[in-house]
């Protein structure tokens, strides 16, 4: 049987962008998934995120430490 990381309903995008990953990460994750104990699994909730909001994820942690 194959395992494969899952992913998050809850966390999808209304873009997709999520769901992005570069070719070489989707490998190592899966060979990670693989060396796992067969209960344990990977649960991807964000593969790639635009510019623009990781721009504001920082922007707003800044915010947050300036305080």
Known sequence: MRRTPR??????????AYAHLRSG???????????LPAELHLLVVEGYRPPALQR???DAY????RS
């Open 56 to 58: 504001a994820y920082f």
């Open 25 to 35: 990460v989707l490998s190592r994750l899966h060979q990670a998934e693989r060396l």
């Open 7 to 16: 992913e998050p309903r809850r966390e999808r995008d209304p873009h997709g």
């Open 62 to 65: 800044l915010a947050e430490l």
